[in-house]
């Protein structure tokens, strides 16, 4: 599996992504323009010392992403889609694609990928949304347990 932050702004929740890539040895791709520096203080902050680990990718537009990578299903999580992420079928190298924290994923791509996009359910009524590196943990364990890779460790 891939973790796809299209257009993440905030610097920690960036790094707190990448030490759960580190964890589960997942490619973590960064789709630019970012709203931090890569050498940015927090970044590297919140990612510890576990940037060695991270197979990090760095993209220059979403169209230079595609054009070099996709080899399997994208999967779009996002609060305005109406199905889901517990009813993905998760496969081996599916990319789950997150947008910026203050927006998210452009509505175009959701519309045009209703089938594959998903959402997290919340029972709050007065939270809008769940934090960036949380909802990537949560999506991400699910697709790592429904294809069994938790047990390995």
Same mark, same amino acid.
């Given at each position: 599996?891939? =973790? =796809?932050?299209?257009?993440?702004?905030?610097?920690?929740?960036?790094?707190?992504?990448?030490?759960?890539?580190? +964890?589960?040895?997942?490619?973590?791709?960064?789709?630019?323009?970012? %709203?931090?520096?890569?050498?940015?203080?927090? @970044?590297?902050?919140? %990612?510890?010392?576990?940037?060695?680990?991270?197979?990090?990718?760095?993209?220059?537009?979403?169209?230079?992403? @595609?054009?070099?990578?996709?080899?399997?299903? @994208?999967?779009?999580?996002?609060?305005? +889609?109406?199905?889901?992420?517990?009813?993905?079928?998760?496969?081996?190298?599916?990319?789950?694609?997150?947008?910026?924290?203050?927006?998210?994923?452009?509505?175009?791509?959701?519309?045009?990928? *209703?089938?594959?996009?998903?959402?997290? *359910?919340? +029972?709050? +009524? %007065?939270?809008?949304?769940?934090?960036?590196?949380?909802?990537?943990?949560?999506?991400?364990?699910?697709?790592?347990?429904? @294809? %069994?890779?938790?047990?390995?460790?």
């Amino acid at each position: 599996m891939h =973790v =796809v932050l299209f257009h993440p702004e905030i610097p920690p929740n960036t790094g707190s992504i990448a030490r759960l890539c580190a +964890a589960t040895l997942t490619p973590l791709h960064l789709i630019e323009p970012l %709203g931090f520096k890569i050498d940015d203080k927090h @970044l590297k902050r919140a %990612g510890l010392d576990y940037w060695e680990f991270v197979d990090l990718r760095v993209y220059k537009s979403w169209d230079d992403f @595609l054009s070099q990578n996709v080899t399997g299903n @994208l999967l779009y999580f996002s609060k305005r +889609a109406t199905q889901s992420f517990t009813r993905a079928r998760y496969q081996e190298h599916d990319y789950l694609v997150f947008g910026p924290e203050t927006r998210g994923l452009p509505q175009e791509l959701l519309d045009a990928n *209703p089938e594959l996009s998903y959402r997290i *359910p919340m +029972a709050g +009524a %007065g939270v809008r949304s769940l934090n960036l590196s949380n909802a990537v943990s949560i999506v991400l364990y699910e697709g790592l347990r429904q @294809l %069994g890779k938790l047990d390995q460790t």
